[in-house]
Nanobody
Framework: QVQLVESGGGLVQPGGSLRLSCAAS????????MGWSRQGPGKERESVAS???????SYGDSVKGRFTISRDNAKNTVYLQMNSLKPEDTAMYYC??????????WGQGTQVTVSS
């Protein structure tokens, strides 16, 4: 199975930036999409961004223009560049991947806290 490990979370001031990384433990040969979801305190998990096997991206309305998702297929890694961070971005961020004919895999999450 695929193991996803997130990194890059931490504490940042409002208006600051962070870059999250998510690396898969093994090479994925089949087409796959990758993405990020998050869950803040007292909130339901929501999709933040995704990128498919062809590089097409999508974003949640709340992060459009501030977050950028990218991938490095050779490294089986997805990144989330987060700029202009707001306190409401505070959440546990989870990496996910969907592999054709296999299914979904989720990481354990990395905490992002935006506070002054």
């Amino acid at each position: 199975q695929v193991q996803l490990v997130e990194s890059g979370g931490g504490l940042v001031q409002p208006g600051g930036s962070l870059r999250l990384s998510c690396a898969a433990s093994a090479i994925i040969s089949s087409p796959y999409s990758m993405g990020w979801s998050r869950q803040g305190p007292g909130k339901e998990r929501e999709s933040v961004a995704s990128i498919d096997s062809d590089g097409a991206t999508s974003y949640g309305d709340s992060v459009k223009g501030r977050f950028t998702i990218s991938r490095d297929n050779a490294k089986n890694t997805v990144y989330l560049q987060m700029n202009s961070l707001k306190p409401e971005d505070t959440a546990m961020y989870y990496c996910r991947t969907f592999v054709i004919n296999i299914g979904y895999f989720w990481g354990q999450g990395t905490q992002v806290t935006v506070s002054s």
